[in-house]
């Protein structure tokens, strides 16, 4: 039986995870949360609570949905979690490849914006040099 000192509520969640209730909802009927349901009430356990921060810490790094749910059904696989941390792992892998590919291609661009920039900036200098000479 889980103890009630370790029940939160919506609100209690809300201002613990910087998230608003529609996100906790959002997360409860895609079956990523189970909070206990007493009428209208929710009750979040210590299991919701370490499941909504891994859900939110696989968002802030771009993992889906749906790897956050595979990766979160690991954990009751009974390996100590070792499949769980190794699916991980995986998929931060193919994560971390392309959020370098895509700061790489950022690079790119912010070097020829710069370029484009200095050229634009330039012309009306010399624009402004020439109206002062006339």
Same mark, same amino acid.
């Given at each position: 039986? &889980?103890?009630?000192? +370790?029940?939160m509520? @919506?609100?209690?969640?809300?201002d613990a995870?910087?998230v608003?209730?529609r996100t906790?909802r959002f997360y409860e009927?895609?079956e990523?949360?189970?909070? @206990?349901?007493?009428?209208? !009430?929710r009750?979040?356990t210590r299991?919701?609570?370490?499941? #909504?921060k891994l @859900? #939110?810490?696989?968002?802030r790094f771009?993992?889906?949905?749906e790897e956050?749910?595979?990766?979160l059904?690991l954990?009751?696989?009974?390996d100590?979690?070792?499949?769980?941390?190794?699916r991980?792992?995986?998929?931060?892998?193919?994560r971390l490849? &392309?959020m370098?590919?895509q700061?790489?291609?950022?690079?790119v661009? @912010?070097?020829?914006? !710069?370029e484009?920039m200095?050229w634009v900036a330039?012309?009306i200098?010399s624009? !402004?040099a020439? +109206?002062a000479?006339?």
């Amino acid at each position: 039986m &889980t103890d009630t000192e +370790d029940l939160m509520t @919506i609100r209690a969640m809300c201002d613990a995870f910087q998230v608003t209730p529609r996100t906790l909802r959002f997360y409860e009927a895609k079956e990523l949360l189970f909070p @206990i349901r007493e009428g209208q !009430k929710r009750l979040f356990t210590r299991r919701d609570r370490a499941r #909504l921060k891994l @859900i #939110l810490r696989g968002k802030r790094f771009g993992f889906s949905l749906e790897e956050i749910r595979q990766l979160l059904d690991l954990y009751d696989m009974g390996d100590q979690q070792q499949t769980q941390l190794t699916r991980t792992l995986e998929i931060a892998q193919d994560r971390l490849e &392309t959020m370098e590919a895509q700061r790489a291609e950022l690079d790119v661009a @912010i070097d020829e914006l !710069k370029e484009q920039m200095e050229w634009v900036a330039n012309v009306i200098a010399s624009m !402004k040099a020439r +109206d002062a000479a006339e």
